[in-house]
């Protein structure tokens, strides 16, 4: 007779989205977008149709999903419908390169590629083998193309879900947290329950009838906690926008949508109030932040991905009459670990643990330092992922037993404040994305003028940082303001727009 204990069921898709139709919210709005708004019941269809038009195609469990999609509804039917069947979905950047993209599907060794339309020209230019993707499944903002379109017609709408548990592996995220190429950062089922309870619940005070907005697309960790777990964690709605976050578009958005929640980036942030107080300026309006005006629906904002410059705290509360609370997480972790929370704001600092997170500072020989003292971040809770895929050397690096070494700098002030000292690698942080020099330096050295480069973070007027390059020319070669700019103009060409250097310095 076996002795083998088994597993209780979790999956991820049943909690987030058919939990929801269960408790009563099956008419609620769950998504608020420019063509048209979807209730639960409408995307649990979705999801259902789409898991099992994935199961017609000879997906099954375990097998992994890549998923290049902008932040539609049908990014929410491919991730739920492929959780729900165990199938693993890995939402990659939007804003990557074909080279990037080869290198993921080869990594990943994806099956099947679910993409946005606009997106099939970067993929159509690779040039090496993907010997292990079987089908590329093609969405517009409608929903699938043929052939998959008619698969998913003629699914049914009910989906057997797979019987999963809380340690089985739910989805991938890549991570450039570090130096070398990108990690496949293994998620378990359970994770995103972790990061909602913690910090949806226990900061934002998350409730069902918020409405969130984020900045921060859904394929990023940051992203798809704001956008699709918190709100569906308990039972709220999302605003999605595909388009690019421009300041525009976000208070557009902003104004239509009247969500209470904004999910941003500080160099957005900073965007956005250069883009009001110029309107202001033009024409000679005074504004009123206890008035009517697009962020009056809006009862926090929320920062993350890079530290967010006191200045801008200051003028966007007196802009907006909003705080903004700053916070640092990661794709290891999830989401935010340490955060400012709503009537306990220190600006300039990352603010205390968020409940269910422990921290500690080390120094290099791995004992805590003293309170005031610079050492590496640690922390530990139940939203860390499992693994990097195919990395030992790194997992064990990282991921030190209960611990995940965060890599950044801290110290804690005498009141329990955490403040960010920097980085522990040679990483830039730019827009909330990490921009590796060696890869800049590496596009830079490719060009005929150029002998020698290095490329460093460097902050700008706004006190964000941005990549410049320090480069020596080759014999034969003048420094001039042409080529400097032939030279930002090299790698714009040749890598995301994000990581070009927006300084060039001959030396």
Not at 22 to 43: L, P
Not at 294 to 303: A, D, F, N
Not at 328 to 338: C, W, Y
């Amino acid at each position: 007779r076996s002795t083998m204990v088994k597993h209780t069921f979790f999956n991820l898709g049943d909690y987030f989205l058919d939990r929801n139709i269960r408790e009563g919210r099956g008419d609620k709005i769950a998504i608020y977008t420019e063509r048209r708004n979807y209730s639960y019941n409408e995307i649990q269809e979705m999801a259902n149709k789409t898991g099992n038009a994935l199961r017609n195609l000879g997906l099954g469990i375990d097998d992994r999903l890549m998923m290049l999609m902008f932040d539609d509804p049908q990014f929410y039917a491919v991730f739920w419908g492929a959780t729900k069947i165990g199938v693993v979905p890995i939402p990659v950047n939007t804003m990557l390169t074909s080279d990037d993209y080869e290198y993921l599907l080869n990594d990943s060794r994806a099956k099947a590629l679910a993409i946005s339309e606009e997106l099939v020209p970067v993929i159509s230019n690779i040039k090496g083998d993907l010997p292990y993707l079987r089908d590329m499944i093609v969405f517009t903002e409608n929903g699938a193309q043929v052939p998959f379109k008619h698969k998913v017609n003629n699914a049914s709408s009910t989906l057997k879900t797979e019987y999963t548990t809380k340690d089985d592996v739910g989805f991938w995220l890549y991570s450039s947290g570090s130096t070398g190429p990108p990690k496949g950062t293994v998620h378990s089922q359970y994770s995103p329950v972790c990061a909602s309870e913690n910090f949806a619940k226990k900061v934002l005070m998350l409730r069902e009838d918020d409405i969130c907005f984020s900045a921060a697309r859904l394929f990023f960790a940051y992203g798809i906690g704001n956008g699709m777990f918190f709100p569906m964690s308990v039972g709220a709605s999302a605003v999605l926008n595909r388009s690019r976050p421009t300041p525009e578009s976000v208070f557009y958005h902003l104004k239509r949508f009247r969500p209470t929640v904004f999910f941003g980036v500080p160099t957005l942030y900073g965007q956005m109030l250069e883009y009001k107080e110029r309107q202001d300026k033009e024409t000679g309006t005074k504004p009123d932040p206890n008035g009517d005006h697009e962020l009056s629906s809006v009862r926090i904002c929320v920062s993350a991905g890079e530290a967010l410059p006191v200045d801008i705290y200051y003028r966007w509360k007196k802009r907006f009459g909003v705080d903004i609370l700053d916070g640092i997480g990661s794709t290891e972790m999830l989401h935010v670990f340490v955060s400012n929370r709503p009537g306990d704001i220190k600006p300039g600092s990352t603010g205390k643990p968020v409940p269910g997170y422990e921290l500690k500072i080390i120094d290099d020989d791995g004992h805590e330092v003293p309170r005031g003292e610079v050492g590496t971040l640690l922390v530990k809770g139940q939203s860390a992922a499992q693994h990097y895929w195919r990395n030992t050397e790194k997992t064990r690096l990282t991921m030190k037993g209960e611990w995940l070494d965060t890599g950044d700098k801290y110290y804690v002030d005498e009141e329990g404040y955490y403040w960010c000292a920097g980085r522990g690698d040679d990483m830039i942080k730019v827009g909330g994305i990490w921009v590796s020099p060696v890869e800049v330096e590496g596009c830079l050295l490719q060009h005929p003028a150029v002998l020698e480069c290095a490329v460093v973070g460097h902050p700008d007027i706004k006190g964000l940082i941005k990549p410049k390059a320090f480069v020596v020319l080759k014999s034969g070669y003048t420094g001039s303001e042409d080529l400097i700019e032939d030279l930002k103009k090299w790698t714009l060409e040749r890598l995301a727009k994000y990581k070009y250097p927006r300084w060039i310095e001959i030396v």
